[in-house]
Nanobody, 115 residues
Framework: QVQLVESGGGLVQPGGSLRLSCAASRGVFSADVMGWFRQAPGRQRELVATITDTGITSYSDSAKGRFTISRDSAKNTIYLKMNSLQPEDTAVYYC?????????WGQGTQVTVSS
């Protein structure tokens, strides 16, 4: 069983920055795709960014140009650098790992952008 643990969320003012981390337990395969999703109250869970073992990244339109996903395979950890945060970025951010027939989710970390 893969365990994912997120950290780095918190309260930040508009225009501020945060860096999220997601540490995965042992047993992660190099080919596993990892990424970040977010879910705000009353909204569907949406994809924010993904990254492959070879470093291929994908971003949602809202994240592109502001967020950067990265991966440290040796540490089984992915990161999400978030700049120019706005109130609409407020959500619970979830780490995700996907393989051929399985998906795993972290518990989520709250990001609140408010004055």
């Amino acid at each position: 069983q893969v365990q994912l643990v997120e950290s780095g969320g918190g309260l930040v003012q508009p225009g501020g920055s945060l860096r999220l981390s997601c540490a995965a337990s042992r047993g992660v395969f190099s080919a596993d795709v990892m990424g970040w999703f977010r879910q705000a109250p009353g909204r569907q869970r949406e994809l924010v960014a993904t990254i492959t073992d070879t470093g291929i990244t994908s971003y949602s339109d809202s994240a592109k140009g502001r967020f950067t996903i990265s991966r440290d395979s040796a540490k089984n950890t992915i990161y999400l650098k978030m700049n120019s945060l706005q109130p609409e970025d407020t959500a619970v951010y979830y780490c995700n790992l996907r393989r051929l027939f399985e998906q795993y989710w972290g518990q989520g970390t709250q990001v609140t952008v408010s004055s």
